[in-house]
């Protein structure tokens, strides 16, 4: 991805959580994690993980039926030439990330240089 295509992305996944902010009530809460853009920008999509689990067909629900007016507000907020279409998706990985975190705290293994210092 080149420098433009990950500004662009940055941009967007800013721009799509100040919007679910504003527009989304809290359950289930909707958080932005990412935005992934095509080569030429003109498609996107945004990935988002939600608090409590479980919840994320709601969530992806309110994002496609808000993705237009999302897209005009970033369309007003942002500088670009070209407002990509937007879709979005469940950022499993980042669910996955949390649920190997879990795994190794239960297992008392040390994860950071200070931890094993302090088991020393």
Excluded at 22 to 47: H, K
Excluded at 70 to 83: D, E, L, P
Excluded at 92 to 109: K, P, S
């Amino acid at each position: 991805m080149g420098d433009r295509q990950i500004k662009v992305a940055e941009l967007l996944a800013h721009e799509a959580a100040k919007y679910i902010v504003g527009e989304a009530n809290t359950d289930p809460m909707i958080t932005v994690t990412r935005a992934d853009i095509s080569a030429e920008l003109r498609n996107a999509t945004i990935f988002f993980t939600t608090l409590p689990e479980g919840r994320e067909q709601d969530a992806l629900i309110f994002l496609k039926r808000h993705g237009r007016d999302m897209r005009r507000s970033i369309m007003k907020r942002a500088n670009m030439k070209i407002i990509p279409h937007l879709d979005f998706a469940v950022d499993y990985g980042e669910r996955h990330r949390q649920h190997i975190d879990e795994i190794v705290r239960e297992t008392g293994v040390p994860t950071t240089y200070e931890e094993m210092e302090d088991k020393e």
